[in-house]
Protein backbone atom coordinates (compact mmCIF):
# COMPACT_ATOMS: atom_id res chain seq x y z
CA UNK A 1 0.00 0.00 0.00
CA UNK A 2 1.37 3.27 -0.77
CA UNK A 3 1.49 6.18 1.70
CA UNK A 4 3.02 9.80 1.00
CA UNK A 5 2.49 11.81 4.51
CA UNK A 6 3.50 15.38 4.19
CA UNK A 7 3.97 17.52 6.79
CA UNK A 8 5.74 20.93 7.90
CA UNK A 9 2.75 23.57 6.67
CA UNK A 10 1.89 26.46 8.77
CA UNK A 11 0.73 30.04 9.12
CA UNK A 12 4.15 32.50 8.36
CA UNK A 13 4.77 35.88 7.43
CA UNK A 14 5.43 36.95 4.18
CA UNK A 15 8.65 36.50 3.76
CA UNK A 16 8.85 33.99 5.66
CA UNK A 17 10.00 30.28 5.38
CA UNK A 18 8.85 26.47 5.68
CA UNK A 19 10.39 23.33 4.68
CA UNK A 20 7.67 20.47 3.60
CA UNK A 21 8.84 17.31 3.75
CA UNK A 22 6.72 13.90 2.53
CA UNK A 23 7.49 10.51 3.69
CA UNK A 24 6.86 7.96 1.27
CA UNK A 25 6.31 4.18 1.90
CA UNK A 26 4.86 1.25 -0.26
CA UNK A 27 7.36 1.97 -3.65
CA UNK A 28 11.02 1.83 -4.45
CA UNK A 29 11.06 5.35 -3.47
CA UNK A 30 15.13 5.88 -5.24
CA UNK A 31 13.28 4.84 -8.75
CA UNK A 32 10.19 7.32 -9.08
CA UNK A 33 10.12 11.01 -10.11
CA UNK A 34 8.31 12.49 -7.21
CA UNK A 35 6.48 15.84 -7.40
CA UNK A 36 4.63 18.36 -5.01
CA UNK A 37 1.76 20.28 -5.89
CA UNK A 38 -0.65 23.00 -4.72
CA UNK A 39 -4.48 24.13 -4.63
CA UNK A 40 -4.93 27.68 -3.63
CA UNK A 41 -8.80 28.08 -2.47
CA UNK A 42 -11.09 28.35 -5.43
CA UNK A 43 -8.25 27.38 -7.89
CA UNK A 44 -6.98 24.54 -9.72
CA UNK A 45 -4.70 22.18 -8.44
CA UNK A 46 -0.80 23.25 -10.09
CA UNK A 47 2.28 21.54 -10.35
CA UNK A 48 4.95 23.30 -8.12
CA UNK A 49 8.30 21.15 -8.51
CA UNK A 50 9.57 17.69 -9.60
CA UNK A 51 12.32 15.74 -8.84
CA UNK A 52 13.35 12.66 -11.19
CA UNK A 53 15.37 9.97 -9.99
CA UNK A 54 18.42 11.27 -10.84
CA UNK A 55 17.92 14.62 -9.45
CA UNK A 56 16.73 16.78 -12.03
CA UNK A 57 14.35 18.95 -11.14
CA UNK A 58 11.78 21.13 -12.77
CA UNK A 59 9.60 24.43 -10.97
CA UNK A 60 6.83 26.06 -11.77
CA UNK A 61 7.65 30.23 -13.36
CA UNK A 62 6.07 31.36 -10.26
CA UNK A 63 8.48 29.65 -7.90
CA UNK A 64 11.22 30.19 -9.61
CA UNK A 65 14.63 30.69 -7.55
CA UNK A 66 12.11 31.02 -4.37
CA UNK A 67 11.80 27.11 -4.28
CA UNK A 68 13.74 24.04 -3.96
CA UNK A 69 12.41 20.62 -4.25
CA UNK A 70 15.09 17.89 -3.28
CA UNK A 71 14.88 14.02 -2.34
CA UNK A 72 16.58 11.90 0.64
CA UNK A 73 16.45 8.37 -1.01
CA UNK A 74 18.19 6.97 2.16
CA UNK A 75 15.22 8.31 4.26
CA UNK A 76 12.06 7.90 1.41
CA UNK A 77 11.71 11.15 1.61
CA UNK A 78 11.06 14.07 -0.64
CA UNK A 79 11.58 17.98 0.34
CA UNK A 80 10.20 21.45 -0.77
CA UNK A 81 12.18 24.27 0.75
CA UNK A 82 9.97 27.62 0.36
CA UNK A 83 11.65 30.71 0.80
CA UNK A 84 10.35 34.31 0.18
CA UNK A 85 6.67 33.68 1.22
CA UNK A 86 3.71 35.34 -0.66
CA UNK A 87 0.16 35.19 0.27
CA UNK A 88 -0.29 33.90 -3.25
CA UNK A 89 1.93 31.35 -2.21
CA UNK A 90 -1.61 29.91 0.23
CA UNK A 91 -2.42 26.97 -0.38
CA UNK A 92 -2.67 23.17 0.23
CA UNK A 93 0.41 21.31 -0.82
CA UNK A 94 0.16 17.70 -1.78
CA UNK A 95 3.20 15.39 -2.40
CA UNK A 96 2.57 13.14 -5.55
CA UNK A 97 4.33 10.17 -7.18
CA UNK A 98 2.87 11.20 -10.81
CA UNK A 99 1.29 9.12 -13.39
CA UNK A 100 1.31 6.78 -14.70
CA UNK A 101 0.71 5.68 -10.43
CA UNK A 102 -0.98 9.00 -9.57
CA UNK A 103 -0.30 8.40 -5.85
CA UNK A 104 -1.52 11.52 -3.75
CA UNK A 105 -0.94 12.52 -0.12
CA UNK A 106 -3.15 14.00 2.04
CA UNK A 107 -2.18 17.14 1.84
CA UNK A 108 -0.46 20.12 4.37
CA UNK A 109 -1.79 23.72 5.02
CA UNK A 110 0.08 26.71 4.32
CA UNK A 111 -1.13 30.12 4.59
CA UNK A 112 1.09 33.05 4.37
CA UNK A 113 -0.39 36.65 5.80
CA UNK A 114 0.63 39.51 4.53
Known amino acids: QVQLVESGGGLVQAGGSLKLSCAAS????????MAWYRQAPGKQRELVASITSGGSTNYADSVKGRFTISRDNAKNTVYLQINSLKPEDTAVYYC????????WGQGTQVTVSS
Open 26 to 33: GIIFRLNV
Open 96 to 103: VRPLPYGD
